[in-house]
């Protein structure tokens, strides 16, 4: 459990956000692709991404992966907070 207090390492820049929402079927579909460049002098393997709590209970699916190399499949997506005030995933 991560403290409310929580802020991940600013090792990352997202350089490019786009955010599609897809209406075509009876629930929406979103997508969220972002580019991001690390800005840190050291390689990392964690990048945060935070989701508001009453979100939660509405995803159906969770995925990354790196739309340049598909064949290496999805990363490894772990929950590694939840709380009242925020859940965050990396």
Known sequence: MLPSTFTPPQV???ANLVRL???DKAYP???INVIIENIDS???SEYYLPFETDLI??????EARDKKAPEKGTFK???VGFDTERWVAS
């Open 29 to 31: 579909r979103e997508t």
């Open 77 to 79: 997506v772990e929950v």
């Open 21 to 23: 929402t897809n209406l």
């Open 57 to 62: 209970s509405k995803i159906g699916g969770f």
């Open 12 to 14: 990352f820049k997202n």
């Open 42 to 44: 050291q390689p990392q």
